[in-house]
């Protein structure tokens, strides 16, 4: 048990900060038991933080102790460990693009897959299952803009337009008019409108 205890504490401090560490991927170093065990032991030893129902991370280490990695990077290794879209909530993505001055106070994050909750120390970070639509354009500012004026809704989108024609890229603007087939009418409606100014 305490060589894969030392493998998994290896293993784990040659990865990114944020990767997690699955038992099913750790099978290399012992039998699936093993392994459950070790990560257990880990984890409530302080060694390693529990973030889900089988989801272990590596704490950072830092003069002032340790501290949960930083969720942006936990979600964004989730996101490319699993293959699934994770976008940014679109209450972030209108702060961000400077549509709204309110700040979101919970990390909440757009994922193509299941909806679930990390716990990462005393911060709870919110994957929410969202349709197809609201997560075209992933990591793009074109699909950040698509986000807020969802998040925004139909009494916004007009004015939110009017201020992201001149803060985005033309650029930026040709994608989101390119993808307005597969938008909801209230928001395609008003997307159609760029291509007339």
Known sequence: MKSVIKE?????????????????ELL???????????LSRLARNGKLLRVGRGIY???????????????????????SQRGETVVAHGARAANDLGLTTQVPVRQ???????????KLG?????????PSWQLILPQ???????????????????????????KLPKSALQEIVAVRGRLP?????????????
Request: net charge positive; no cysteine.
């Open 8 to 24: 998994i504490l290896e293993h784990a401090a040659n990865l990114p900060e944020g990767t997690p560490l699955v038992a099913k």
């Open 28 to 38: 290399h170093l012992g039998s699936r038991f093993s392994v459950d065990q070790a």
């Open 57 to 79: 991370v590596l704490p950072i280490r830092g003069r002032f102790g340790a501290r949960p990695p930083a969720p942006s990077k936990v979600v964004e290794a989730i996101s």
């Open 108 to 118: 909440v994050y757009l994922t193509a897959g299941r909806s679930r909750r990390l």
């Open 122 to 130: 005393a911060q709870t970070v919110e994957l929410r299952h969202a």
């Open 140 to 166: 793009s500012a074109a699909g950040d803009a698509v986000r807020a004026l969802a998040w925004l809704g139909p009494n916004g989108a007009e004015e939110s337009l009017r201020i992201l024609e001149h």
């Open 185 to 197: 009418t209230w928001m395609a409606k008003e997307v159609a409108r760029l291509t007339n100014r």
